[in-house]
């Protein structure tokens, strides 16, 4: 059997010395408060597994970050192409990514319009990376679509003191191949860090043709004092991936598994280019600020900038349908012809969060919250058709618009009762403006929608020694996506409401942790899929009144030595 998954064969690292901070004398900076106010913390009621920096980099071989945290309870993972780069796909607790919360840095990332998140568009982002929490349920408040499966935060904000390079390679099956270079400054003239990271990853997949060309570039400069810093971060992904998402029938899976069925509308030979290409560009500014011995606060701005397409050859299209005109040959009118389309996607998101915590003696208070607004362009354009008709260079076919836009607040309360009792309690307000002005099949269709949504939450823990318990309560609400919208006026999709109910048991030695968490998740309006699928290989969903998720999840971690563990040294 071949052997799918990349494999590291070579690291390389390189030390270039150490800088030596006198200013850096307040270590309450070195863990970022925009990343803090939404992370749950050792005694917070609510299942989490983290991810250090040492854990990320010891996993992380090429394949996109769902394959890296997938050793985490109840999450599943998937990629188009089968061997994990390029595409790929996560579920936490059976829920899709639509339902998954994730934060860059405590910013949302799930695409506004499809609540998605294709992190295919940030390859190689693990490698800068200091941790990730992942929370499973509801979890605690956090910025973005509401989690009904889980929340996925990642943070590269902490400070590398020292300076440093690293050359990092890997190659493994089926022509993958993966590199890169990274550079941290440390501290250098008392104040200020440079951070910075450039990545290639290649693959021919698994599957046929389901190849994938990824690069990425990371840049972050920091100011750094006593009291407060100013950091600055700008990162960049490029994508183009083989389309390889359509699924095949049982026979044709015993019979040749690696089959694509992407292209194959072209009669000759599969198309060469039936493609997906990609660029997105993220800017984000944060102001850290401890105001005294009790209160810190921070505020971030960022600007989103996404724009590609994925381009398709249809066989046997009507030209009307693209407002192109018939075409006569030798007196014959032809009115459809094969032809190559590309699907746009033109997208701003920006915004910004704020956060405060207060810490005295047995109390912590957070408090935060944030807007964004998102402005999508979807349009197409013809790039060639089969039989010379003439296509205008400024021709769309379809140019629709899409503005959305979310305002939220949250409060969060932790009170310690005594050296074993813990009490949490956060409450957040999300409102949101969605509107919609046409679809590609139902252009006339607008659609405008406000949502008002408040999510409790409350839970207590028990630790003592080596043993931690406690049991919690969550709500969550989300508006729908953009697809579930376009069944039609008459039968519009309602808000999902999730209650979830959760207990966690934990015993921890130096060497061992054993975790066991039962949950309840109860749906009201969930939207289920229907098993119809659109042309785009999309799958269409409707409300049901009544569902729910209910499970048992049992994590342990063995360290026997420093070089060898039964599963990674998780938190």
């Not at 996109?64 to 996560?90: K, R």
């Not at 693959?203 to 006593?226: C, E, H, P, T």
């Amino acid at each position: 059997m071949k052997f799918i998954c990349t494999t590291a064969l070579l690291m390389l690292c390189v030390l270039c010395g150490s800088a030596q901070n006198e200013s850096l004398t307040d270590t309450t900076l070195l863990k970022p408060l925009e990343v803090n106010s939404v992370r749950a913390g050792y005694k917070t009621p609510v299942a989490k597994t983290n991810f250090t920096k040492e854990t990320i980099s010891r996993l992380n071989t090429g394949q996109d970050l769902p394959f890296i945290i997938s050793q985490a309870p109840s999450i599943v993972v998937n990629a188009d192409a089968g061997n994990g780069i390029g595409y790929t796909g996560i579920r936490i607790r059976g829920s899709d990514a639509s339902r998954i919360n994730i934060t860059l840095n405590n910013i949302p990332y799930n695409d506004a319009e499809s609540q998605g998140t294709f992190l295919v568009n940030l390859p190689d982002f693990a490698s800068s990376a200091n941790s990730i929490q992942v929370q499973r349920g509801v979890g605690t408040s956090t910025n973005g679509a509401g989690a009904f499966g889980g929340s996925v935060n990642i943070s590269t904000n902490e400070i590398e003191a020292h300076k440093s390079i690293s050359i990092n390679n890997s190659v493994g099956s089926f022509n993958s191949i993966k590199n890169t270079l990274i550079y941290h400054s440390g501290i250098f003239n008392k104040n200020f860090l440079f951070d910075g990271r450039i990545s290639n990853i290649s693959s021919n997949g698994f599957i046929d043709r389901a190849s994938s060309r990824l690069q990425s570039l990371f840049g972050s400069m920091a100011y750094v004092k006593d009291r407060s810093s100013v950091r600055i971060n700008v990162f960049t992904g490029r994508e183009k991936t083989y389309q390889a998402w359509y699924g095949i029938d049982e026979q044709t899976l015993k019979s040749n598994r690696r089959f694509n069925p992407a292209g194959m509308e072209k009669s000759d030979a599969p198309y060469d280019n039936e493609t997906d290409n990609y660029t997105q560009t993220h800017y984000q500014l944060f102001i850290n600020q401890k105001l005294n011995n009790k209160w810190k606060a921070n505020i971030t701005g960022f600007f989103t900038k996404g724009k590609g397409y994925y381009e398709q050859y249809k066989a046997d299209e009507a030209f009307a349908d693209y407002g192109l005109p018939d075409y006569i040959d030798n007196n014959t009118i032809k009115t459809n012809s094969d032809i190559v389309r590309q699907l746009w996607l033109n997208n701003n998101f920006y915004g910004n969060i704020y956060s405060a915590s207060y810490h005295h003696s047995k109390t912590d208070i957070n408090i935060g919250g944030g807007w964004n607004v998102y402005e999508g362009k979807h349009y197409g354009k013809v790039k060639y058709t089969l039989d010379p008709v003439s296509i205008p260079a400024d021709l769309r076919w379809y140019d629709l618009h899409a503005k959305k836009t979310d305002v939220s607040g949250y409060v969060k309360w932790s009170q310690s009762l005594s050296k074993k009792w813990e009490t949490f309690a956060d409450m957040q307000l999300r409102s949101v403006n969605y509107n919609i002005y046409g679809f590609r099949y139902n252009p006339s269709l607008n659609v405008k929608n406000d949502y008002t949504f408040f999510n409790p939450k409350a839970g207590i823990t028990y630790t003592h020694n080596k043993i931690q318990f406690f049991t919690s309560y969550a709500r969550a609400a989300k508006e729908p996506n953009r697809d579930d919208f376009e069944a039609g006026i008459n039968t519009q999709p309602k808000a999902e409401k999730l209650d979830d109910y959760e207990a966690g048991f934990s015993y921890q030695q130096k060497k061992m942790k054993w975790q066991l968490n039962i949950f309840y998740m109860n749906y009201r309006d969930q939207l289920v899929l229907t098993g119809k699928i659109n042309d785009v290989g999309a799958y269409t969903r409707s409300n049901v009144r009544s569902s729910y998720r209910t499970g048992i999840e049992l994590e342990n971690n063995w360290t026997v030595s420093k070089v060898f563990f039964i599963c990674p040294p998780l938190s």
